[in-house]
């Protein structure tokens, strides 16, 4: 039985064009550059990375990435969406659009927080339906060669 290890990347927050032009149009220069301030710090980094020695180095760029990435975008209504996208190696997994208040992030990030948590679920969920039916898959395999 091998352990697989997986190397994390850091959070990324992505905005469409169309979500940046809506909420300057919305609610002015000034305002949207806070809120998008605000969105992309939604997480505090890791900034102290571990000095790595050239085998590890070596060995991380065959390593399987789990990559988390959060994903802004809007209509044409000027209404706007959180999705999650987790990338594990070769597999996706995202989440369905979840709307949120843009303005509610200039004042408090709690509202914003609770939608990335519920989209967080959502992925969490879609990968527990794929690791059950690959289980399922593997154990019927084994089964039926018996």
Known sequence: MSILKLMHKPLQVHITKLARKNCTLK???????????????????????????VFQRFVDRFRPKKEFSINISSDDKSNFFVN???RVGRHNFVSQKHPFDFAETLHTLKGFRKTVEMTRDDVLERLGEFNRLRHGLKKNLFNKNS
Do not use: I, R
């Open 27 to 53: 609610y002015g220069d000034d305002l949207a550059s806070l809120m998008f301030e605000f969105v992309k710090n939604v997480e505090p980094e890791n900034v102290n990375e571990p000095v790595k020695t």
């Open 84 to 86: 999650s996208n987790l």
